[in-house]
C-alpha cells in the first residue's frame, strides 16, 4: 500500500512553490514526521514531512520544478515493499483540486489562442504552466518556440523567462496591442572570464526580495530623514537588569525591544506612518504589526511581531527570538509573514553606520538602525563621549508629510534616550 506525497497548503495567495531539495532518495526508510523535501515558495520555504513510515517508493517531481498545491510529489512505500508506480507529476496546470484542473485547462486554451489555432502548437503531453501561459500571452511569443523543461517537456514559467531574456521569438498579435517593455539582456562575457563564471538560478524568496523592492522604488514617492540617538541611557539600563531579565523571563535583553517599543510609541502620535494607500484611499491602522528585518543565508525575510503596541518589552524580546529562530532554520510559516504595517532593520550587527533602507510596501515607514559607535558630542556646552547611534527614516511622501516624519522620528530619539518614558507610556 503506498502513500501518496503531495504539496501542503502554502498559505494565503500562494499557489505554487519550487521543489527545492529532496532529503532522500528512493529506497531510503522512512520515519513517520521526517522531512522529505523542501519546497520555495516566493514567501518562505516549507519542508513536506512523511504522512506514514516506510520507504520512498517513487520521486515524480525533480528539484527545480514547479508545482501547484495538492500536486503528487512522489509516494511512500509501506515497509519495505517494491515502489508503487505514481501518477505522473502534477505540476501547477494539473494539481488535484477541481479548480486547479479547471485552471489547467484555462492555461492550455489561452496557449492555444496565442500561437493563432491548436495545430500552431508543438504536440506535447502537457499544457504550459499557468504562469508560463501568462507570460506567454503577455509577451505575444510563439509557443511552438518554446523549450519546456519540465516533465513531458512542460513548458515552466523559468523557461519562459530563460526565452524573454535571449530574445525568443514573437508570432502576429491578433489585435493591436502596445509593445511589451524591452528586456534588458546581458552582453556575453569575453575570453577568459566566461570560465570562471558559475551561473545560478535565483530563488523563489530572492526574486521576491528584487521585485518587491524594484517596485516600492517605482511606485512610492521614497524619501529618508536621519538624526542621532545617545544610547547611554538604554545601555545602562540593559547593563543594570540584564541578569534578572534574563532569569526572569528567559529570554536575554537586547535592544529590539525598546526600538519596538519606541516605534509603537510614536506611531500612536503619528498614524500615517503606520498607514497604507489603496488607490484614491488611506488605510489607517489602529494596530502596530512591526516587521523585523532578518538576514539569512537565502535573502532577507521580514517576519512580523502582531499587536507590539499591546506586548511588554520581555514579550516583544521573546516574539523576536521565536521568529529569529524559526528565520534562521527556515521554519517560518506564511502567517509569521504577514501583516506587517511598519519595519525595523538592523543594519548595525553587520557594521552599517550609515544607510537609506528600502520601504517594504505597501507600509509607508521603515526604520534603519546602525552602529553604535563612541562620538564626541556635546553635552551642556561640554565636548563628551558618548555610545552614539545615526537613526534613518524612510519613508513615503505621497502619505507621510515632511514634518510628521521628522516628528516620528525625534519620537523614537527621546523614547529612547529617556526610556523610562516607555516604562511609563509617556
Given at each position: 500500500?503506498?502513500?501518496?506525497?503531495?504539496?501542503?497548503?502554502?498559505?494565503?495567495?500562494?499557489?505554487?512553490?519550487?521543489?527545492?531539495?529532496?532529503?532522500?532518495?528512493?529506497?531510503?526508510?522512512?520515519?513517520?514526521?521526517?522531512?522529505?523535501?523542501?519546497?520555495?515558495?516566493?514567501?518562505?520555504?516549507?519542508?513536506?514531512?512523511?504522512?506514514?513510515?516506510?520507504?520512498?517508493?517513487?520521486?515524480?517531481?525533480?528539484?527545480?520544478?514547479?508545482?501547484?498545491?495538492?500536486?503528487?510529489?512522489?509516494?511512500?512505500?509501506?515497509?519495505?515493499?517494491?515502489?508503487?508506480?505514481?501518477?505522473?507529476?502534477?505540476?501547477?496546470?494539473?494539481?488535484?483540486?477541481?479548480?486547479?484542473?479547471?485552471?489547467?485547462?484555462?492555461?492550455?486554451?489561452?496557449?492555444?489562442?496565442?500561437?493563432?489555432?491548436?495545430?500552431?502548437?508543438?504536440?506535447?503531453?502537457?499544457?504550459?504552466?499557468?504562469?508560463?501561459?501568462?507570460?506567454?500571452?503577455?509577451?505575444?511569443?510563439?509557443?511552438?518556440?518554446?523549450?519546456?523543461?519540465?516533465?513531458?517537456?512542460?513548458?515552466?514559467?523559468?523557461?519562459?523567462?530563460?526565452?524573454?531574456?535571449?530574445?525568443?521569438?514573437?508570432?502576429?498579435?491578433?489585435?493591436?496591442?502596445?509593445?511589451?517593455?524591452?528586456?534588458?539582456?546581458?552582453?556575453?562575457s569575453s575570453g577568459d572570464d566566461a570560465?570562471?563564471?558559475?551561473?545560478?538560478?535565483?530563488?523563489?524568496?530572492?526574486?521576491?526580495?528584487?521585485?518587491?523592492?524594484?517596485?516600492?522604488?517605482?511606485?512610492?514617492?521614497?524619501?529618508?530623514?536621519?538624526?542621532?540617538?545617545?544610547?547611554?541611557?538604554?545601555?545602562?539600563?540593559?547593563?543594570?537588569?540584564?541578569?534578572?531579565?534574563?532569569?526572569?523571563?528567559?529570554?536575554?535583553?537586547?535592544?529590539?525591544?525598546?526600538?519596538?517599543?519606541?516605534?509603537?510609541?510614536?506611531?500612536?502620535?503619528?498614524?500615517?506612518?503606520?498607514?497604507?494607500?489603496?488607490?484614491?484611499?488611506?488605510?489607517?491602522?489602529?494596530?502596530?504589526?512591526?516587521?523585523?528585518?532578518?538576514?539569512?543565508?537565502?535573502?532577507?525575510?521580514?517576519?512580523?511581531?502582531?499587536?507590539?503596541?499591546?506586548?511588554?518589552?520581555?514579550?516583544?524580546?521573546?516574539?523576536?527570538?521565536?521568529?529569529?529562530?524559526?528565520?534562521?532554520?527556515?521554519?517560518?510559516?506564511?502567517?509569521?509573514?504577514?501583516?506587517?504595517?511598519?519595519?525595523?532593520?538592523?543594519?548595525?550587527?553587520?557594521?552599517?553606520?550609515?544607510?537609506?533602507?528600502?520601504?517594504?510596501?505597501?507600509?509607508?515607514?521603515?526604520l534603519g538602525m546602525?552602529?553604535?559607535?563612541?562620538?564626541?558630542?556635546?553635552?551642556?556646552?561640554?565636548?563628551?563621549?558618548?555610545?552614539?547611534?545615526?537613526?534613518?527614516?524612510?519613508?513615503?511622501?505621497?502619505?507621510?508629510?515632511?514634518?510628521?516624519?521628522?516628528?516620528?522620528?525625534?519620537?523614537?530619539?527621546?523614547?529612547?534616550?529617556?526610556?523610562?518614558?516607555?516604562?511609563?507610556?509617556?
Open positions: 500500500m503506498a502513500t501518496e506525497i503531495r504539496v501542503p497548503t502554502l498559505g494565503e495567495s500562494v499557489s505554487e512553490a519550487t521543489v527545492g531539495k529532496w532529503f532522500k532518495k528512493v529506497g531510503d526508510t522512512i520515519a513517520a514526521d521526517e522531512p522529505l523535501v523542501e519546497l520555495e515558495t516566493d514567501k518562505v520555504t516549507v519542508e513536506v514531512p512523511a504522512a506514514a513510515a516506510g520507504t520512498l517508493g517513487e520521486i515524480t517531481v525533480k528539484e527545480g520544478e514547479t508545482v501547484g498545491v495538492g500536486a503528487l510529489l512522489g509516494s511512500i512505500s509501506a515497509g519495505g515493499d517494491a515502489a508503487v508506480p505514481a501518477t505522473k507529476p502534477q505540476a501547477v496546470s494539473q494539481a488535484s483540486s477541481p479548480d486547479a484542473a479547471s485552471t489547467g485547462k484555462q492555461a492550455a486554451a489561452e496557449t492555444a489562442r496565442i500561437a493563432g489555432d491548436a495545430g500552431a502548437v508543438e504536440p506535447r503531453s502537457m499544457p504550459p504552466a499557468p504562469a508560463a501561459a501568462k507570460l506567454i500571452a503577455e509577451n505575444n511569443l510563439a509557443v511552438d518556440q518554446l523549450s519546456g523543461s519540465g516533465k513531458r517537456g512542460q513548458v515552466l514559467k523559468g523557461d519562459v523567462l530563460d526565452a524573454i531574456s535571449k530574445g525568443a521569438p514573437s508570432q502576429p498579435a491578433e489585435t493591436p496591442r502596445a509593445a511589451p517593455a524591452p528586456v534588458a539582456v546581458r552582453a556575453p570560465s570562471r563564471e558559475e551561473r545560478v538560478r535565483m530563488t523563489k524568496l530572492r526574486q521576491t526580495i528584487a521585485r518587491r523592492l524594484k517596485e516600492a522604488q517605482s511606485t512610492a514617492a521614497m524619501l529618508t530623514t536621519f538624526n542621532e540617538v545617545d544610547m547611554s541611557a538604554v545601555m545602562a539600563l540593559r547593563s543594570k537588569y540584564k541578569d534578572v531579565f534574563e532569569k526572569k523571563h528567559g529570554v536575554k535583553l537586547g535592544f529590539m525591544g525598546f526600538f519596538t517599543k519606541a516605534v509603537t510609541h510614536a506611531l500612536k502620535e503619528i498614524p500615517s506612518v503606520n498607514a497604507e494607500i489603496d488607490s484614491t484611499d488611506i488605510i489607517f491602522k489602529n494596530y502596530a504589526h512591526i516587521g523585523v528585518a532578518v538576514g539569512t543565508e537565502k535573502g532577507l525575510v521580514v517576519p512580523v511581531v502582531r499587536d507590539a503596541d499591546q506586548m511588554s518589552i520581555a514579550e516583544i524580546e521573546k516574539e523576536i527570538g521565536r521568529l529569529g529562530i524559526a528565520a534562521r532554520d527556515g521554519k517560518l510559516s506564511v502567517a509569521d509573514m504577514q501583516g506587517g504595517t511598519f519595519t525595523i532593520s538592523n543594519g548595525g550587527v553587520y557594521g552599517s553606520l550609515m544607510s537609506t533602507p528600502i520601504l517594504n510596501a505597501p507600509q509607508s515607514g521603515i546602525h552602529k553604535i559607535q563612541d562620538r564626541p558630542v556635546v553635552v551642556g556646552g561640554q565636548i563628551v563621549i558618548r555610545p552614539m547611534m545615526y537613526l534613518a527614516l524612510s519613508y513615503d511622501h505621497r502619505i507621510v508629510d515632511g514634518k510628521e516624519a521628522v516628528t516620528f522620528l525625534v519620537r523614537v530619539k527621546e523614547s529612547l534616550e529617556d526610556p523610562e518614558r516607555l516604562v511609563l507610556d509617556l
